[in-house]
């Protein structure tokens, strides 16, 4: 499947900032799922510093915002040929080992709800793909996809108790477990093409687990699949943290407004 996907990242500001430096992970590789044929940048009110590919293997761009500038946009422009790999991303590539994924993050860490949660697959081996088939359905049953209830610094066990929560929460949720039963798991954050419109508030997140025999193997929990055609990935990490959109420093700058545009088509 070819898809192109346009996502505008608009910054507006009383009075501008007199220091910014961000770092943008929004450049998809090529990978067994995907194969990038076009991905250009363009900015308004800031300019590319340096590129270069973090710990976990992600493309960044480290973006500058111009002194003073009062409006800033970063846009993303390509073309992307998918491969239905059933989610399976297979080895692993990076530097880092696979233990590392198995550590717990503040976003991540285990209370009371998760460990309950991770009590009901109590024969859980890291061979068994089907324990986190299950465990992504027990996820979507007892988190209901619901906007604005949580925000980018709501954590897994805080996610689970209320019970409603977005795709970052899913990811969460399901990687916290997904540790305790023994499977190094990481986040992912990308792009989806979705059925019903092109135009979209947000990129799209969901997990990776490693499962013995199979290799990285992803999870969609907002919509109880692994990854297919429609799916792109641009960023992994231990949680959302590492694999943000943008991540920064700011300074002098007055009243942000962020508007953020995607669009994601056949």
Not at 122 to 131: G, L, Y
Request: charged share 25%; hydrophobic share 40%.
């Amino acid at each position: 499947m070819r898809l192109t996907v346009d996502h505008t990242t608009t910054y507006t500001y009383e009075r501008g900032a007199s220091y910014a430096l961000l770092q943008v992970r929004k450049r998809p590789q090529n990978l067994p799922s995907q194969s990038i044929l076009s991905w250009d940048l363009a900015l308004d009110g800031a300019r590319k510093e340096v590129s270069y590919s973090d710990h976990h293997g992600n493309l960044v761009d480290l973006v500058s915002l111009d002194p003073g500038a009062e409006r800033v946009a970063i846009t993303y422009r390509g073309e992307v040929e998918t491969h239905d790999t059933a989610g399976v991303s297979g080895a692993h590539n990076q530097l880092i080992p696979l233990w590392l994924y198995e550590r717990a993050t503040k976003l991540t860490s285990a209370g009371k709800e998760i460990r309950a949660l991770a009590g009901r697959f109590p024969d859980a081996s890291p061979k068994d793909v089907n324990v986190l088939h299950d465990l992504m359905a027990a996820i979507g049953d007892a988190i209901a996809y619901e906007t604005d209830t949580t925000d980018a610094e709501t954590d897994a066990e805080e996610a689970l108790k209320q019970g409603r929560g977005v795709c970052q929460d899913h990811a969460h949720v399901f990687i916290a477990t997904a540790r305790l039963l023994g499977f190094p798991t990481r986040y992912v954050s990308g792009y989806l093409m979705m059925m019903d419109r092109i135009e979209q508030e947000a990129g799209h997140a969901w997990a990776e687990a490693w499962v013995d025999g199979l290799g990285w193997t992803g999870f969609d929990v907002s919509n109880k699949i692994c990854p297919d055609a429609r799916y792109i990935r641009v960023a992994t990490g231990l949680d959302y943290r590492d694999a943000a959109p943008v991540r920064g420093l700011l300074y002098g700058a007055e009243r942000e407004n962020l508007v953020v545009s995607i669009q994601v088509q056949q």
